[in-house]
């Protein structure tokens, strides 16, 4: 106890938002809710909640609730909201270490295609180095579900030859599994 | 002038003529293109939605590639490659300790210095140099295009520092010069819905959707890009967005590579107009370009 008065306390939400902040390299503490990000959001029309309103969440250090949006799955990356921020905030950024953080903790709400979608890239990625867009299309569908997901334009495509049914193949792709093992080992380290 | 050429996973598959188009009209550019040996996946979004650090090594890995090649610098097609790449060099110059990681992730140190170039702004540089007039045999004159750049070229603009966020002029310049007529439309830096189309098909066929009908009310006989996604989810769903939206577009989605090809004097055939899904000949035929 302090004889000269109460201890300066950390407001109990400030854990989160610091968090956030360090992570992504952003500061969302500027951001004073004008709504131009959530304005100019493409996909804002399906969210459950707008981008200005999840980062008055993680201002406010209400965890679950930012982790548990659909908003942060549903974010297309397209940036408009960063061109646009007043406060300069880098918004997909924010995003994207909300993504990580979801993950990491294990909240699997919905929509749930679009972390199938990044384990589906990511395997890829690892086992060809450039992307085998057949095999994508394909292991996406089975671990997703959804079967025959774009399957009504493979006729055409294999027609037109816009599709290459063969993997990727040149010397020095695979540098990019032992780069994915790299970080997975220090990872766990 | 000699370039460490990235062409990026999707002009090996889908996006085959967007390869023959780039390489035809380089060519006639005086543009030597030098593939990057051993080139790696940029990555893409799903990199950088999972791992920070994995989205900065996979480019910083290419990008050394290409330093050791001795180059004016890498150029790129894609606008999502051309994003990472340059996101790359942005993060290993300004965090000491990205840099770090990202070395003991890819085995050497990246300082971040190799410049990088999207073919649009390549183009847009020739098209100032004395016989670029000479250059176009076949005038496109009449053909009205609508020029889409979508988002990664234009933002974000920290990052890419790509003509103007809102209001990009390259691809219009390009149009006017080759005799065609841009078009004045309100959603060429609009999003197509990227990869949603995958996981969230309705979201990409409605703001795609969206796009197509601005470009044909707004009189475009065809939309013109510079990246394979916007053109896949634009020309290879455009049925799906038909049939979503319950209307009829019919709208030719060409590369912009395409559109410079054909004012160059190459043929369909050399610049892959067959492969679209929306067949762009008729309404070439309609304006009295025959290819």
């Known amino acids: 106890m302090h004889e000269t008065g109460p201890a300066r306390q950390k407001a109990p939400f400030a854990e989160f938002l610091e968090e956030v902040e360090r992570e992504s390299g952003e500061k969302v503490r500027v951001c004073y809710q004008c709504g131009k990000c959530s304005a100019g959001c493409p996909v804002g029309y399906a969210m459950d909640l707008l981008p200005s309103q999840v980062l008055r969440l993680v201002q406010l250090g209400l965890k679950h609730e930012a982790l548990s949006s659909s908003t942060i799955w549903l974010c297309a990356s397209c940036e408009a909201c960063a061109a646009r921020c007043p406060r300069e905030i880098e918004i997909v950024r924010v995003m994207d270490c909300l993504r990580h953080k979801a993950r990491a903790a294990g909240y699997t709400h919905a929509p749930r295609e679009v972390p199938i979608f990044l384990q589906s890239f990511l395997a890829n990625l690892k086992r060809f180095g450039r992307m085998y867009e057949a095999m994508l299309v394909g292991s996406y569908n089975l671990a997703s579900g959804h079967l025959t997901k774009d399957m009504d334009k493979a006729p055409a495509m294999i027609l037109k030859r816009k599709i290459a049914l063969m993997p990727p193949r040149a010397k020095g792709m695979e540098r990019a599994r032992e780069i994915i093992k790299n970080l997975e080992e220090s990872k766990r380290r | 002038m000699k370039f460490a050429f990235y062409p990026g996973c999707s002009l090996e598959s889908s996006a085959k003529e967007y390869r023959a188009s780039t390489e035809r009209v380089a060519r006639t550019l005086g543009l030597q293109l030098e593939e990057i040996p051993g080139w790696v996946c940029c990555g893409s979004t799903p990199a950088h939605m999972s791992d920070r650090i994995l989205s900065i090594a996979l480019p910083s890995h290419t990008l050394l590639l290409a330093e050791r090649m001795k180059t004016e610098g890498v150029l790129v097609s894609c606008a ?184 160059f004097g190459y043929s369909a055939g050399a610049l892959g107009l067959g492969k679209h899904m929306i067949n762009p000949v008729p309404v070439l035929k309609k304006r009295g370009i025959h290819v």
């Open chain 2, 80 to 263: 999502s490659c051309y994003s990472r790449l340059k996101a790359a060099n942005d993060a290993v110059k300004r965090d000491a300790s990205v840099r770090e990681q990202v070395a003991q992730a890819i085995g050497a140190t990246y300082e971040g210095n190799v410049p990088v170039y999207h073919m649009l702004e390549m183009v847009a540089k020739c098209m100032d140099r004395p016989g670029f007039e000479e250059k176009v045999k076949r005038k496109l004159k009449g053909l009205k295009v609508a020029s889409y750049y979508g988002c990664l070229l234009v933002r974000p603009p920290s990052i890419t520092g790509f003509d103007d966020r809102e209001d990009p002029q390259l691809m219009d310049r390009m149009v006017a010069a080759l005799g065609a007529e841009p078009v004045k439309w309100r959603y060429k830096v609009e999003c197509c819905g990227a990869a949603l189309a995958f996981t969230n098909a309705d979201i990409a066929l409605k703001l795609s959707g969206d796009i197509l009908e601005d470009a044909k009310s707004s009189g475009a006989d065809v939309v013109a890009v510079a990246c394979p996604l916007c053109q896949s989810n634009l020309d290879l769903r455009q049925r799906n967005i038909e049939k979503y939206a319950g209307i009829d577009l019919e709208v030719p989605v060409l590369y912009f590579t395409q559109i410079l090809g054909l004012a």
